[in-house]
């Protein structure tokens, strides 16, 4: 009998069980299930077994720490979690760049997430909004009844044209707080659904909270000198380079890509949802019709440069695995935010630091002589070496300019020949 996918009560099994499975279905050696075994760290693989479903170990990711960060007039350390190298080191540097002028500045709106609440199947969609409107109150009151502490503070009602009909949307904003929030606002759409029906005669589908956060944003600016960035010709690229990415969209995308590198490492550090904070930060690069950075950069009068960013970041410090996740829990110790508006506003500045070092990298030496050292580690590891052989093999690489695996390899059984004479 062939192999087959389809396992029933694959989610009842223990770890373990499920793991037994796997191995005979991919093959796996010993030493591999080994491996899996191992790598749930700190996280243990019980714990892991609670927060998500068919757990069979974990996927371990590096975490760094960005240094010299000074945001308004505090020093910080920023936790980050990412396997890519030289991101943390490039986050650091845009820091280091960023404190001869008093480092980030930053400001952000409350913690309000948007619910919605579909409703189809209207014939008189304006007239369901009015009447939508007309019981704000009701619906408020239902949607906080049983939340002490979260509450839907307005809402707001929109009719949009689909290809299947009118929709009219009920947006809940509701103030999270400290919290994401996303389960509770979920659950108050839910709730206020079979009122709105009433209301207007109509079905609710969706009643899902908002990713496009843009009642919950984060700012954060900067002046750095000209000379911290290599003089006012360099200054002048990383302007030439912005407005490159806000006239197109091909540019603005590697443009954000790099700020996200931060910002998403933060996030992933500190237990947030990685995906709906970069949902949110794209969409809202895209609000304008066209997809444009979500950065800006300018020279001052004395040919300094400034930058500033704004995006929505919908973060908490409570609930969910900031709190279930171990390493989380140290890493906002570690970064030692009071709120969850101080670590949207941390982490925008965070993605300005690395913004402002990829651009310089780019204006100043291009980016891969930045990459190429760590690049070169990581390849060289791969290929087994270890120890000093590992240095030794970069070094004569990078002189070389010749960052290939194979290249890696001869290099590798050449000093381990002659290690042997």
Not at 126 to 148: F, P, Q, Y
Not at 162 to 180: F, N
Not at 290 to 299: C, F, M, V
Not at 356 to 383: D, F
């Amino acid at each position: 009998m062939g192999k087959t996918s389809r396992i029933s009560g694959f989610y009842k099994l223990s770890p373990s069980e499920r793991l037994q499975i796997v191995e005979k279905f991919a093959d796996l050696s010993h030493e591999e299930v080994e491996v899996l075994l191992q790598s749930t760290g700190s996280l243990t693989l019980e714990l892991a077994d609670r927060m998500i479903e068919n757990v069979v170990g974990a996927f371990p990711v590096p975490l760094g720490i960005a240094v010299n960060f000074l945001i308004n007039e505090r020093d910080y350390l920023i936790p980050m979690a990412i396997e890519e190298p030289s991101v943390v080191a490039a986050a650091s540097n845009g820091a280091k760049m960023a404190r001869e002028k008093g480092g980030f500045f930053t400001s952000s709106t409350e913690s309000i997430m948007i619910g919605q609440v579909q409703v189809v199947g209207v014939s008189r969609p304006d007239e369901a909004k009015m009447a939508i409107l007309a019981a704000k109150e009701e619906i408020l009151s239902k949607a906080n009844e049983g939340h002490r502490t979260i509450n839907a503070k307005d809402l707001d009602v929109k009719v949009i044209q689909a290809r299947s009909g009118p929709i009219v949307v009920t947006e809940l904003h509701v103030d999270c707080k400290d919290a994401m929030g996303a389960n509770v606002v979920d659950s108050m759409a839910e709730a206020v659904a079979p009122l709105i029906e009433r209301l207007t005669g109509g079905r609710v589908y969706l009643r899902i909270v908002s990713n496009l956060a843009t009642k919950r944003l984060a700012k954060a600016w900067t002046t750095v000198p000209k000379n911290a960035v290599g003089g006012e010709e360099v200054v002048d690229s990383i302007i030439e380079a912005c407005a490159f990415a806000a006239a197109d969209p091909y540019r603005a995308a590697t443009h954000n890509k790099g700020i996200m590198n931060g910002i998403t490492a933060v996030i992933l550090a500190t237990g947030n949802d990685v995906r709906a904070v970069e949902a949110g930060a794209h969409a809202y690069a895209a609000l304008s019709g066209q997809y444009r950075p979500l950065s800006t950069w300018e020279k001052t009068e004395n040919g300094d440069l400034h930058g500033e960013i704004e995006l929505p970041l919908a973060v908490g410090i409570i609930g969910g695995a900031t709190k279930a996740h171990p390493v989380a829990r140290v890493a906002l110790k570690i970064l030692g935010v009071r709120s969850a508006r101080e670590l949207a506003e941390v982490t925008a500045a965070v993605g300005l630091a690395q913004n402002l070092a990829a651009l310089r990298a780019l204006a100043h030496e291009g980016i891969q002589r930045g990459h190429m050292k760590l690049h070169a580690r990581n390849l060289v590891m791969s290929v087994g070496a270890t120890g000093e052989l590992v240095d030794r093999i970069v070094q004569k690489m990078i002189e070389e300019r010749n960052i290939k695996m194979n290249r890696a390899k001869e290099l590798l059984e050449e000093l381990k020949g002659k290690e042997k004479l």
